[in-house]
């Protein structure tokens, strides 16, 4: 079995699935139990400053968005920070520390934008042992109406600023949580890389209303017949943070950043993928408060059968190895030419595809009256729709065609040279081939 | 209480409890979390073949998505468009042969959307409510004779009164529905589910219901003819086969419609008599619901003898496993040969291709009851001209006489079950419109 124990900026864990700041990681007895589940590691919920405690809303908080079956796809939230006092949390990390130091516990803080208050807490957070602090420059409701979680994140230099005043003094690893609630996601990143982060997680919950209520006529989570917007995460997310992970990591501004991949991670594969995209480790949260904490199980076992069938025997084979092909659109191929191909076995002829082609796209696919789907390769532009509707998996796929065959749909022989937008005739400023 | 060994025919073979049990509703409709799982797995298909496959051509994909988004009234609203009987259909429709077998989730996991009973959720929606959901047109000052109550008769009825027409419906049995009331098997239509949808039916008005009027003994069709604008006859098939050999006439030969019609109109299962070995001669949907209703009532030893392979048997598979499931055995290539006191001998046959054939090995089973099931036919013709022992039709059910429509069992074409009725009785009734009103 392919060895999972990964390093991330020194700390050791057993395994690349971390809890996410959340809920699941709110108090002792959660994380002694998903420690016990098998979990690599933890960042404990955000911490607030000395004093009283923020308060939560005494009605929903969550609001959600389902797939077929009732599936949760997105989860969105109005919960605010550790609602329980400093020195409660901070007693329980260093018992569960000590108790588990093979595994990784990490403090998330949030304090205001002033550098006091920081001093204050990162000495006390330093001796609860904590492997490190992920400083939390997220969340985007409440505490960024007091100025702090996503108030921080979209400015960069607030960002530059508090993490020096971490790095001034707290001599474990900084990690920087990023907000998705901005323009460029690079930005923040190389601010917290000129602040000296030793590392960035992202992303944390997106903007969000999840569903009005059409009775009383107000958004959902509902408190009192109001609602606010919420953080939005859970399967939907993860395309949205992929795209960030991959912008950052192949960004030569930060290139070499070490990353902590967060959102929508459900399973293995959403692990292996967003490793392969440049995250040293991934950290889950919505798919374990669908789940629960024995969804780890799967994670573990099927990451490892993926390592060991393609033979990685470390994590740190692979991670980062999709990101040399991740590139502009203007870089893409415009000499590959694929076709759609139904498979007519596996074929259950329910038309979606010939709905799909014939009603939106290249009137492709032609239908018999006995209902049978082919592609019509002289009209099809390989464009993927018929592949993504269709309900069969693997039915339809998509073919690359054969340098030296001829398009039937161009007319043009497929080139084995690459050729892309920025030398195209039709591109008003192409650059003239050497 | 008798014991279903208590030789000969006997009552109250089973308890109360039992046979309630037993005739409680085959499929019990689905909850509200069931409707949305099985709503959930409908793919909207693209010209969808379970709609090809529905004789009324209900949109399926639609009303599914109408129930998967909270608008079950719509729904039901859809179904009734295309079928005013779609609450009968959703409970008798063998859904097996129809739409879900052409589902494509049958294809890709053997297993349909549950198209039946959303059908019934969705119409059970729509009934729940108190008022009609049709009204009718402006009148048009024409009228109808609609002769059978049956599900033609009902369907075409509909149709045009909404359209604006007046219609007469006669029936000669005491009570309207047809074998909708009289014939379908009771643990498919409970709780006078039958009789319920009638009045509904009736509540858009302009359809005047007169029971116990037969064509033939009380109206002649020249007469109706004369009186009416056009006539639509949905008179089904009344009649049944004989089974043309020795003891066909003993006491304890019955038709199987017969029994069944007693049991439909029973009020005490438990006082109905049936025997201790009974034997069905027949292989359809009428067998079937004989022999299991027997086996329900407290029977010992149900056998259907069908003269055929199973493969040629006008039951469904789905039907053919029910019976199984109650215990009813399926015996195959057997005909009968003789019916004596007490037993029954059958034949053995087979078809070398050039038809069926006795063997001579003759087999005998003891038996107390023996229900005929081979086929119903044609009571009344009035006078039009008849094909293959239905009255010949063409079009959307135009006879032979001009200004009269037939659908339904009476008519040529189609395969006799309720929404194959219904179809034909709603495309007459259009096409009635459409003669009526030329020229207005
Ligand atoms: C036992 C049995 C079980 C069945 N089970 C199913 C099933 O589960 N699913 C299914 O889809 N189909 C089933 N069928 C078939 C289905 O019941 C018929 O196809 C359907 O009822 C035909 O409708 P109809 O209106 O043509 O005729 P009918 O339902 O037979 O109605 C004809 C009406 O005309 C009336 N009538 C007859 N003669 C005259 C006359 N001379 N004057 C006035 N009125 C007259 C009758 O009283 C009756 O009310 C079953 C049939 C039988 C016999
Ligand atoms: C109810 C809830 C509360 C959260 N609270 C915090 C928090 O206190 N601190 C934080 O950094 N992130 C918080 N998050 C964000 C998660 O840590 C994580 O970034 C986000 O949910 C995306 O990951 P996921 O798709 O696996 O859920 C919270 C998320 C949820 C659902
Ligand atoms: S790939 Fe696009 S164009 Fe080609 S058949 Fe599929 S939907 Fe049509
Ligand atoms: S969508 Fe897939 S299963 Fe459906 S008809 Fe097209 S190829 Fe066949
Ligand atoms: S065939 Fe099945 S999946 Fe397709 S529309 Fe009909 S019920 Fe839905």
New interface residues.
């Given amino acids: 079995m392919a060895d999972l124990t990964t390093d991330f900026l020194g700390i050791k864990s057993p395994n690349p699935f971390w809890l996410a700041s959340a809920p699941p990681t709110d108090k002792e007895y959660n994380v002694r139990r998903a420690f016990e589940a098998g979990w690599g590691g933890v960042v404990w919920k955000t911490l607030g400053a000395e004093g009283p405690p923020v308060v939560n809303v005494n009605g929903p908080r969550y609001g959600a968005i389902y797939g077929a079956d009732r599936r949760l796809l997105g989860l969105n939230n109005i919960e605010l920070i550790t609602d329980r006092p400093l020195e409660v949390n901070l007693e329980e990390m260093a018992r569960v520390k000590a108790d588990y130091p093979d595994r990784a516990l990490i403090a998330s803080i949030m304090v205001p934008c002033e550098e006091q208050a920081w001093k204050d807490i990162l000495p006390r957070v330093e001796e609860t042992n904590a492997d490190g602090i992920e400083l939390n420059f997220g969340c985007p409701h409440g505490m960024a109406e007091r100025g702090m979680g996503s108030a921080v994140g979209q400015v960069p230099e607030y960002i530059e600023m508090v993490v020096r005043w971490c790095k001034k003094y707290y001599d474990r690893p900084v990690i920087v949580k990023l907000t998705p609630n901005i323009a460029d996601i690079r930005k923040p990143a190389q601010a917290a890389k000129n602040g000296g982060a030793d590392a960035v997680s992202l992303i944390n919950t997106i903007n969000s209303i999840t569903s009005v209520n059409l009775d009383s006529m107000a958004p959902e989570p509902m408190i009192d017949g109001k609602g606010t917007h919420g953080g939005y995460c859970g399967p939907a997310v993860k395309p949205i943070a992929m795209n960030m992970v991959a912008e950052i990591a192949r960004d030569p501004a930060t290139r070499g950043l070490p990353i902590s991949g967060i959102g929508g991670v459900t399973t293995w594969r959403d692990a292996a993928e967003f490793m392969a995209l440049g995250c040293g480790n991934v950290q889950v949260c919505t798919a374990v408060m669908t789940y629960g904490f024995k969804i780890v199980d799967e994670m573990k076992s099927g990451l490892s059968q993926w390592m060991d069938e393609k033979g990685y025997t470390s994590t740190s084979d692979f991670v980062g190895k999709a990101v040399p092909n991740v590139t502009d659109w203007q870089y893409l191929n415009l000499n590959y030419v694929a076709k759609a191909k139904i498979d007519q076995d596996a074929c259950i002829s329910c038309g979606r595809c010939y709905a799909a082609c014939e009603d939106t796209s290249h009137q492709a696919i032609a239908m018999t009256a006995d209902r049978t789907f082919s592609v019509i390769d002289e009209e099809c532009v390989a464009c993927n729709l018929c592949v993504d509707v269709c309900p069969v998996e693997n039915c339809i796929t998509m073919e690359a065609m054969a340098p030296g065959t001829v398009d039937p749909r161009t007319g043009k022989t497929v080139q084995t040279e690459y050729a892309n937008w920025t030398t195209h005739p039709n591109n008003p400023g192409a650059v003239a081939a050497e | 209480m008798t014991s279903p060994t208590a030789p000969g025919l006997a009552a109250g073979r089973l308890d109360a409890e039992s046979i309630a049990a037993g005739f409680a509703d085959l499929h019990a409709p689905l909850d509200p979390h069931e409707v949305?799982?099985a709503a959930?797995?409908c793919?909207?298909?693209?010209?969808?073949?379970c709609v090809t496959a529905c004789p009324t051509s209900i949109d399926i994909p639609l009303f599914i998505r109408q129930i998967a988004t909270g608008t079950s009234a719509a729904a039901g609203q859809t179904i009734f468009d295309a079928n005013i009987l779609g609450g009968m259909c959703a409970r008798v429709c063998p859904t097996e042969d129809l739409c879900e077998g052409a589902c494509?989730?049958e294809?890709?996991e053997g297993k349909p959307v549950e198209i039946g009973r959303l059908q019934r959720h969705a119409t059970d929606t729509v009934m729940a409510r108190q008022e009609h959901p049709f009204v009718r047109a402006a009148l048009t000052g024409k009228r109808v004779a609609v002769v059978g109550a049956g599900p033609a008769g009902l369907s075409c009825a509909h149709r045009l009164a909404m359209l604006g027409h007046d219609v007469v419906m006669y029936d000669a049995r005491i009570k309207p529905g047809g074998l909708n009331e009289y014939g379908i098997a009771a643990y498919k239509s409970t709780n006078g589910f039958a009789q319920r949808e009638v009045d509904w039916l009736l509540g858009i008005g302009g359809i005047d219901l007169q029971t116990g009027k037969a064509l033939g003994a009380d109206l002649s069709l020249d007469a109706l003819a004369e009186e009416f604008d056009a006539v639509f006859l949905g008179t089904g098939l009344g009649g049944v086969n004989a089974l043309g050999i020795p003891g066909d006439d003993l006491a304890g030969v019955a038709d199987a419609v017969s029994f069944i019609a007693d049991l439909r109109q029973s009020t005490d299962l438990t006082t109905l008599p049936v025997g201790r070995n009974v034997v069905v001669i027949g292989g359809g949907m009428t067998a079937v619901d004989a022999a299991v209703q027997s086996k329900l009532l407290g029977a010992e030893n149900v056998t259907i003898a069908y003269r055929r392979g199973r493969d040629a048997m006008g039951a469904s598979r789905y039907e053919q496993d029910l019976a199984a499931s109650h215990g009813v055995k399926l015996m195959f290539h057997v005909q009968p040969h003789a019916v004596r006191d007490g037993a029954i001998d059958l034949e053995y046959t087979s078809d070398d291709g050039t038809g069926l054939r006795g063997t001579g090995e003759v087999v005998s089973l003891a038996v107390d009851q023996v229900f005929r099931a081979i086929g119903q036919t044609l009571t009344t013709d009035g006078g039009l001209v008849v094909e293959g022992r239905k009255i010949k039709i063409s079009g959307a059910g135009r006879t032979t006489r001009s200004g009269v429509w037939a659908g339904g069992d009476c008519a040529l074409g189609g395969d006799d079950l309720t929404v194959t009725a219904v179809a034909e009785g709603r495309d007459a009734a259009m096409d009635i419109h459409a003669t009526l009103m030329e020229g207005n």
């Avoid at chain 2, 793919?43 to 073949?49: I, K, L, N, T």
């Fill in positions: 949305l799982v959930d797995r793919y909207f298909c693209y010209d969808a073949p494509v989730r294809a890709a």
